[in-house]
């Protein structure tokens, strides 16, 4: 069983981030009286909707590239990162897995 999720952040020869790849992302869904929920507690971001998990997921997507773009703007992307409980090896930033949570959902978010 996986125990850790990496963020592989890739810059290119003048420092600057060109894309980053989140393999898995451990998600919580879900439904109460009719709103859906998805969040991320490894990230600290969160996704609803009243119209479905589908709606809800994206919004929940939505938000976390409002993350990335917000701190690769602001260059603090990895000390967000730290912040938030994600440590640096050889290369890579990992955190560990949450407690709980019941499904993953897998994205790459790219930067020109």
Do not use: C
């Amino acid at each position: 069983m996986k125990t850790e999720i990496s963020v592989h952040v890739i810059k290119d020869g003048n420092g600057v981030i060109t894309s980053i790849n989140v393999p898995e992302i451990p998600i919580y869904v879900r439904e109460v009286d009719g709103m859906f929920t998805i969040s991320s507690p490894n990230f600290k971001v969160i996704g609803y909707s009243r119209v479905s998990e589908k709606e809800a997921l994206r919004d929940f997507q939505e938000g976390l590239n409002i993350f990335f773009d917000v701190h690769v703007e602001k260059g603090t992307l990895e000390n967000i990162l730290i912040k938030f409980g994600f440590r640096r090896d050889d290369g890579k930033i990992t955190s560990p897995l949450p407690l709980y949570y019941n499904r993953t959902t897998k994205g790459s978010y790219a930067y020109a």
